[in-house]
């Protein structure tokens, strides 16, 4: 049997959230660039991504345990299909979409190229690995380098997608603790570099996509106690520059994306910016990585939905009649599915949101506004992160059980979204650590400002909704309490850090359920009579009810303090 295909994505849904999204008003009023968004520019912009995605995105999927990547003689070879679908995606201008104009970009807000990443990985989320990076790397040259001989030679290449880009920063014995890197930086004395070490897990670190790669890459200099950031090319002049692809990880999934380990023998480098400041200044693409790994989260997870909801409708199972009835007459499997559904509409409202508010943060000339625009986006940041991950890999699992056996099988792509998402939670920062960033830099460190944002936004969009459906809308005002009750709590903590560690990631889990049910009662409002506008405030009803006892749940885990962990040394 040729396996099932994920079915192409419905962008009435997405075009409806984006009208109703907070903000993106606003954002028009800021840039000439913003301003050409218009509803009617996003609907084109989306309905061409879905066409590119369920072409030759779909049909690249469908060869990933066949077709991936291969390392041979020191050089990593993708198939021909791979090379051909890069070149299409790079001539189709999708990298630049969010790029600045005076660079070369489209100029479009974050939010539009949210969208469209999360269009293109629900039909292939390895594929959506060097995009990334490339992006990532287009900003940190751009905000630290003025050296005009590097702005010239790499940023137009690299938005033309003609040359590649990695941000080598993982280490053995160094991944999330960057404090302990080991590759070593030596200045030659003409303002070139050195590097010598070895870097780990390093997502398209080697490949024939591109004609060049450059690596942005932490290392350690005898000038400093910080570490520092380097440009550091694959080829000078067309030789080698002393980078190897020492071997390709076998993984779990995302099978098209080669996770490569790189060594660096006294290869040349660039300082970008100042010596010692390399992990702040890493801080200009914090904001696009964790918003992209939200997106990837939730294009797979709507794959997921979409799947198991398209596979319910035709499968006849049970009922009492001569004839099956389609499992979709099933209560248990109504559940599930509306649970996909509204978890995924609920997380796309979100994280639009949060990628209005991060522009916001940047363009607002208000300074009162953009402080709170700031403040939001940061606080929603390990949010967006942690729900992206984990609801890929939970609506996948779902949509495994709707299909039952079938789902179990390759005859079907359930199972490869599954096995794509489970690294999701790990990297850009595990849960566990997201979770404590929320705790110490967000509520601890910044005072909680942006909860506070947060709480006004979420109070006030709930209480317009409250006119319409007053018993839902105090679900969601009850699981918006319990997180500034629990916050609370937890702000007593600084002096006994170890009890509000012991509950972070709860604390993390709770701030999800509340930010889910803000979005929730914002879609729950939607006003008109389209389909689209009648399932979106049904959905939006049904996930707040469900959120509530998560919340309850998630509030008591959070304040359990360190004595919850007691029975840890039984373990040794």
């Known amino acids: 049997m040729t396996r099932a295909s994920i079915p192409s994505i419905d962008c009435t849904s997405l075009q409806v959230q984006l009208a109703a999204l907070p903000g993106l008003a606003r954002l028009r009023e800021l840039s000439p660039g913003f301003s050409e968004a218009t509803d009617e520019t996003i609907a084109a912009i989306l309905e061409q991504a879905a066409a590119f995605a369920a072409d030759r995105l779909e049909a690249l999927n469908a060869q990933s345990d066949i077709a991936a990547p291969r390392l041979t003689d020191g050089v990593v070879a993708t198939s021909q299909l791979h090379r051909?679908?890069?070149?299409?995606?790079?001539?189709?201008?999708?990298?630049?979409l969010d790029l600045p104009e005076?660079?070369?970009g489209q100029g479009l807000p974050l939010v539009v190229a949210v969208a469209v990443q999360e269009v293109f990985d629900r039909h292939c989320a390895a594929f959506g690995m060097l995009p990334v990076p490339v992006r990532s790397a287009v900003r940190l040259i751009d905000a630290w380098t003025s050296d005009d001989g590097i702005r010239s030679e790499w940023l137009p290449k690299l938005i033309a997608g003609e040359w590649g880009a990695t941000i080598c920063i993982s280490e053995v014995g160094a991944g999330s603790d960057a404090s302990r890197i080991r590759t070593k930086a030596v200045a030659r004395g003409d303002g070139r570099w050195s590097i010598t070490g070895e870097k780990q897990w390093i997502s398209f670190g080697g490949h024939d996509l591109t004609g060049r790669i450059v690596h942005c890459l932490l290392a350690r200099t005898d000038g400093a106690m910080g570490l520092s950031l380097f440009l550091v090319p694959d080829r000078i002049d067309g030789a080698d520059n002393g980078v190897v692809v020492r071997n390709i990880e076998h993984k779990l999934g995302l099978h098209l994306s080669p996770t490569c380990a790189m060594g660096f023998e006294n290869a040349t480098g660039y300082l970008l910016g100042e010596e010692g400041r390399g992990l702040s200044q890493m801080f200009v693409m914090i904001t696009n990585m964790r918003m992209a790994v939200g997106a990837m989260g939730l294009g797979i997870a709507s794959a997921a939905a979409d799947t198991?909801?398209?596979?319910?409708?035709?499968r006849l199972q049970g009922g009492s009649g001569a004839q099956p009835l389609p499992i979709t007459a099933h209560a248990d499997v109504q559940r599930m599915l509306m649970s996909m559904q509204s978890n995924v509409e609920a997380a796309r409202a979100l994280i639009y949101a949060a990628a209005v508010e991060a522009d916001l943060a940047r363009t607002e000339t208000d300074a009162e506004a953009r402080r709170e625009s700031s403040a939001l986006a940061q606080w929603l940041l390990p949010i967006i992160k942690t729900l992206g991950g984990e609801l890929a890999f939970t609506?996948?699992?779902?949509?495994?059980?709707?299909?039952g056996g079938a789902g179990y099988t390759t005859d079907w792509p359930v199972e490869q979204l599954l096995r794509d998402s489970r690294v999701?939670?790990?990297?850009?920062?595990?849960?566990?650590?997201?979770?404590?960033?929320?705790?110490?830099?967000?509520?601890?460190?910044?005072?909680?400002?942006?909860?506070?944002?947060?709480?006004?936004r979420a109070k006030a969009d709930i209480a317009a909704f409250a006119s319409r459906n007053s018993e839902t809308a105090n679900a969601a005002g009850e699981i918006v309490e319990l997180l500034e009750a629990t916050a609370q709590q937890l702000a007593q903590m600084t002096d006994r850090p170890r009890d509000g560690e012991a509950g972070a990631t709860a604390f993390l889990h709770l701030a999800i359920d509340a930010a889910l049910g803000w979005s929730a009662a914002r879609l729950a409002k939607i006003d008109g009579d389209a389909p689209a506008c009648v399932r979106l405030r049904a959905l939006g009803g049904f996930l707040i009810d469900d959120l509530l006892a998560r919340a309850r749940c998630h509030a008591a885990m959070a304040t359990r303090g360190a004595a919850s962990l007691d029975g840890f040394s039984t373990l040794t």
Request: no cysteine; proline share 2%; net charge negative.
């Open 84 to 96: 051909e679908v890069w070149r299409d995606y790079a001539e189709g201008g999708w990298i630049a």
């Open 308 to 314: 198991a909801l398209g596979y319910a409708r035709q």
């Open 424 to 456: 999701l939670p790990i990297f850009e920062g595990t849960t566990g650590m997201q979770g404590l960033d929320l705790l110490h830099r967000r509520l601890w460190k910044d005072g909680g400002e942006g909860l506070r944002v947060f709480l006004t």
């Open 102 to 104: 005076q660079l070369g």
């Open 395 to 403: 609506t996948a699992d779902t949509a495994i059980q709707v299909l």
